[in-house]
């Protein structure tokens, strides 16, 4: 199963709502190219929304980082939504619980943003 991403707006935050897996190859380009993308029509307050992420490898986890990192250079947020029990785990288990904000329901997440 590949990954999908649709992109939505709230409030001026612009949301990945990304499903299937995140690994090696198609689902870790997939990332780079929807937050390039994203960052490059000029909004920099992005949520990614894992709710519907099955599986996650050391590349999608790589992936993750490396659009944390891009987002954050060009001044701007990224944020995560919606970890299931997996992802969140891995994340714990790798230290990059503390590096990125995670939040749990959406409302809080968008009010979450610097205005």
């Known amino acids: 199963m590949s990954m999908k991403v649709s992109t939505r707006q709230v409030d001026g935050v612009t ?11 198609e689902g870790s380009v997939t990332i780079r190219d929807a937050v ?12 990614l929304n894992l709710g ?3 599986y996650i490898d050391s590349s999608g986890i790589g992936e993750l980082v490396s659009a944390f990192t891009t987002v954050k250079n060009s001044g701007g947020e990224l944020k995560l ?6 992802v969140h785990d891995l994340l714990q288990i790798t230290k990059l619980y503390t590096v990125f904000d995670v939040k ?5 997440a968008i009010s979450s943003f610097t205005k």
């Open 15 to 25: 949301i990945l709502d990304l499903s299937g897996r995140i690994t090696l190859g």
């Open 52 to 54: 519907d992420i099955n």
């Open 104 to 108: 749990d329901d959406e409302a809080s």
């Open 81 to 86: 939504l919606n970890l299931t029990k997996k």
């Open 36 to 47: 390039r993308d994203v960052l490059a029509k000029g909004s920099n307050k992005i949520l």
